[in-house]
C-alpha cells in the first residue's frame, strides 16, 4: 500500500516536498516512480527512480527542477519540487513497478499506486 502526501498551495517559485510511504517488507524490491494528472489531461509519466536510488530519470518537463530520492530504511520515497510553474499544477501520485524502464516509464508498467495528492500552484 501507497500513500502520498505533502501536497498543497504554493506559489510560482516555491518548493514543495512530496512523501509516499509504503507499507509491507519489500519496498527496496519495487522501482518507484512519480506521475501527475492535471484536471482534463492524462496521467504523465514524472520521475522513476531505481531500487537502489542510484538511477534516476526525468521527464523534460521538470528535468532541473524536480528531485526524487528514497529511503529504503523507511519505506519512503520523496519527490522534491522547486522553481513551481503554475502549470504543474495537479494530483501526485506514487507507484511502484518490478522492471525498471531507462526512460519514460508508462502508467501501464506500474503495479501499484497510491492515493494522489493534490499540488496547487498559484500564478
Known amino acids: 500500500q501507497l500513500q502520498a502526501s505533502g501536497g498543497g498551495l504554493v506559489q510560482a517559485g516555491g518548493s514543495l516536498r512530496l512523501s509516499c510511504a509504503a507499507s509491507g517488507r519489500s519496498f527496496s524490491g519495487y522501482v518507484m516512480g512519480w506521475f501527475r494528472q492535471a484536471p482534463g489531461k492524462e496521467r504523465e509519466w514524472i520521475t522513476t527512480i531505481s531500487r537502489s536510488g542510484g538511477s534516476t530519470y526525468y521527464a523534460d518537463s521538470v528535468k532541473g527542477r524536480f528531485t526524487v530520492s528514497r529511503d529504503n530504511a523507511k519505506n519512503t520515497v520523496y519527490l522534491q519540487m522547486n522553481s513551481l510553474k503554475p502549470e504543474d499544477t495537479a494530483v501526485y501520485y506514487c507507484?511502484?513497478?518490478?522492471?525498471?524502464?531507462?526512460?519514460?516509464?508508462?502508467?501501464?508498467?506500474?503495479?501499484?499506486w497510491g492515493k494522489g495528492t493534490l499540488v496547487t500552484v498559484s500564478s
Open positions: 507507484a511502484a513497478a518490478i522492471s525498471l524502464v531507462p526512460g519514460p516509464q508508462a502508467a501501464t508498467t506500474m503495479g501499484y
